[in-house]
Nanobody, 124 residues
């Protein structure tokens, strides 16, 4: 069982930066691949970024590639999402998710545990 808690969301102007954190409970954090997803009002949840259990492999949605960076610190049971050059269209609730196994997925239904989400609002 893994309990995930996101933090770091907030209100930022376009062009600004935020760093989201996702703290995981449990002693087996390094056995999970991790992903970030987001959901804007009236829209479907969408994949943002993912990272393998070791942190050695990452993958990004085209919409955030070059602006967002996912990383993890297994010693701290935490995964991060550094978001730079934010745009109003990045406004959404951001969720972290854990997937049993070493490899990530871009499909939300392949993740086993989810956090409660953190709101990110980018003003123009």
């Amino acid at each position: 069982q893994v309990h995930l808690v996101e933090s770091g969301g907030g209100l930022v102007q376009a062009g600004g930066s935020l760093r989201l954190s996702c703290a995981a409970s449990g002693r087996t954090f390094s056995r999970y691949a991790m992903g970030w997803f987001r959901q804007a009002p009236g829209k479907e949840r969408e994949f943002v970024a993912a990272i393998s259990w070791s942190g050695g492999s990452t993958y990004y949605a085209d919409s955030v590639k070059g602006r967002f960076t996912i990383s993890r610190d297994n010693a701290k049971n935490t995964v991060y999402l550094q978001m730079n050059s934010l745009k109003p269209e990045d406004t959404a609730v951001y969720y972290c998710a854990a997937r049993v196994g070493t490899y990530y997925s871009i499909a939300g239904n392949e993740y086993d545990y989810w956090g409660q989400g953190t709101q990110v609002t980018v003003s123009s």
